[in-house]
């Protein structure tokens, strides 16, 4: 089945502590891409990746980092987290200048 | 910066009637794409309109596309209950370097039984 994961679903921490979200998909997609989603300000982009090795900021960089080291998988790491980055995540890819998957999301608290 | 915006923010229809949101965007566009959102879950693909079209169906809904006056619009025709989600277009921009959407605050839509 043609999916994008994302793991973990849901994640409770405290300021400073390092977390990676994962997230992968299995359709051969080149791009993939990282949004956040908080109440009235809609799906913001973070980060977002044109294929191996290419990642490039969304319009919310600050405070996230990513890489891209295989075509399928698409982390996101928060070195230090702090509380404005509660939030819903959501992963998507797609092949270029098409619809975007996404997964089902990750709620993440920041103590 | 979110390019593309949803009027209205919020919609609420009896069941059986016609449901239609409007989206405005800024920039020259590749394509716009609207997409649904059941609380909490994640976004689901309904359909994408290139720039040189104008008019798309899919079932019951149908999207136009004025890339004058830089504007979309969905329509769901005899809506459902189940029906009742967020809406959300992203559009494509030309500006950039390739496929990344940029997401209005999306309509919510509320049909009731």
């Known amino acids: 089945e043609a999916q994008v994961t994302q793991n973990p679903r849901y994640l409770i921490t405290v300021t400073g502590k390092k977390l990676t979200v994962t997230c992968s998909q299995n359709?051969?997609?080149?791009?993939m891409s990282w949004y956040r989603q908080d109440p009235g300000l809609g799906l913001r982009q973070i980060y977002y990746?044109?294929?191996?090795?290419?990642?490039d900021k969304g319009d919310v960089p600050e405070g996230y980092k990513v890489s891209r080291k295989e075509k399928r998988n698409f982390p996101l790491i928060l070195e230090s987290p702090s509380p404005n980055q509660t939030s819903l995540y959501f992963c998507?890819?797609?092949?270029?200048?098409?619809?975007?998957?996404f997964g089902p999301g990750t709620r993440l608290t920041v103590l | 910066s979110q390019q593309g915006e949803e009027d209205p923010q919020a919609l609420s229809i009896q069941e059986g009637e016609n449901a239609t949101m409007n989206c405005s965007y800024k920039?020259?566009?590749?394509?716009l794409q609207w997409y649904r959102q059941n609380s909490g879950r994640g976004l689901v693909h309904l359909i994408l309109?290139?720039?040189?079209?104008r008019e798309k169906h899919s079932g019951r809904l149908r999207v136009t596309l004025d890339t004058s006056k830089k504007s979309s619009s969905l329509l769901i025709t005899a809506s459902r209950a189940a029906d009742t989600a967020s809406y959300f277009c992203?559009?494509?921009?030309?500006?950039?370097?390739?496929?990344?959407?940029?997401f209005g605050e999306g309509t919510q839509l509320t049909v009731n039984p």
């Open positions: 998507a890819s797609s092949s270029i200048y098409n619809e975007q998957f």
């Open positions: 359709m051969n997609h080149e791009y």
């Open positions: 990746s044109m294929n191996v090795e290419v990642t």
């Open positions: 920039t020259s566009i590749n394509n």
């Open positions: 309109i290139r720039s040189n079209e």
């Open positions: 992203a559009t494509d921009g030309r500006e950039t370097s390739g496929s990344r959407l940029t």
